[in-house]
């Protein structure tokens, strides 16, 4: 039986040390990617509920407006014009915000998405001898 010298000891308690140190920057790396993730989408979700706030608001007030606009159909001609413009302008500026918050809320990409491309790599590359 070959008896361990003290090369062989050295050498197996180096390899597991480097093994130790090579695992513990992947996991490293994996949470410092997984933190940008929810960084990334904590600040989605606050833009998109600033965008949605924005919506409501204008919704809000456009629909204010009209019923301004109604009871004052009865009156005057000029401040018909006017009240029609402010309602119109809220009322289209609710519809964009709506559509921007749409349209963002449809293009984010999935949550963790790079982390679990960078583990899906990872893997790849262990099972390949």
Request: with cysteine; aromatic share 8%; charged share 20%.
């Amino acid at each position: 039986m070959p008896e361990n010298t003290p090369n062989q000891t050295h050498g197996l308690l180096d390899s597991l040390a480097a093994f130790a140190t090579t695992l513990l920057g992947i996991i490293y790396t994996r949470l410092e990617l997984l933190s940008t993730d929810i960084e990334e989408e904590r600040e989605h979700i606050a833009s998109l509920a600033k965008l949605s706030l924005i919506a409501l608001f204008c919704f809000m007030l456009g629909s204010v407006l009209i019923a301004v606009l109604l009871i004052v159909a009865l009156w005057d001609s000029y401040r018909l014009l006017a009240i029609g413009a402010l309602a119109a302008f809220f009322i289209l500026s609710g519809c964009i915000a709506w559509y921007l918050a749409k349209r963002k809320a449809q293009a984010k990409p999935r949550l963790f998405s790079s982390s679990l491309s960078e583990l899906r790599k990872d893997r790849e590359k262990i099972e390949m001898p």
